[in-house]
C-alpha cells in the first residue's frame, strides 16, 4: 500500500500550471471526438473484437462461418455481429437464406488490426 501512495505522488505535478497556448488549441479538437468511445465500447467485449478480427482476415463471413470460427451457436454470433452493425462497425448482405457480413471502411480494419498486432507484439 505504502508503494501505491509513493508511486501516486511521484506520477503527478506537484504544483499547477499549464501551456494556455496548448490547451486553447487542443480544446476545441476534443469536442469533434465525442461518440468515438463507442467504438472502443464496441470493441471492448472480447468475442465482438475476435468477430471484428475475424473480418479483418478475411473480406466477408457468412454467420455460420462466424459461429464455427467462435464454437459458439449462430444465435450468439449473430447477435455479436448485429451489434457491431448497429454501432457502424459491420455491415450485412443476405444472400438467399445465407447472411454475409463484412467491415465497412478501411479504417476499422485498421483499428482492430493495429489493436491485434499491439497485443501480439506484447504491448
Not at 500550471?17 to 487542443?26: A, S, T
Not at 479538437?29 to 468515438?36: K, P, R, T, V
Request: hydrophobic share 40%; glycine share 4%.
Amino acid at each position: 500500500m505504502i508503494e501505491v501512495e509513493s508511486t501516486k505522488k511521484m506520477d503527478t505535478c506537484q504544483t499547477f500550471c499549464y501551456d494556455e497556448e496548448v490547451v486553447e488549441r487542443v480544446q476545441p479538437i476534443l469536442e469533434n471526438i465525442g461518440g468515438a468511445e463507442l467504438i472502443f465500447k464496441a470493441l471492448s467485449d472480447a468475442t465482438r473484437l475476435k468477430v471484428a478480427y475475424a473480418l479483418t482476415l478475411e473480406e466477408e463471413l457468412c454467420v455460420c462461418d462466424v459461429a464455427n470460427i467462435l464454437n459458439t451457436t449462430t444465435a450468439t454470433a449473430s447477435h455479436h455481429l448485429r451489434y457491431l452493425r448497429n454501432m457502424g462497425l459491420a455491415k450485412y448482405e443476405k444472400r438467399g437464406k445465407l447472411v454475409f457480413y463484412s467491415l465497412p471502411h478501411d479504417h476499422i480494419r485498421k483499428l482492430v488490426q493495429l489493436a491485434a498486432e499491439y497485443n501480439m507484439a506484447g504491448r
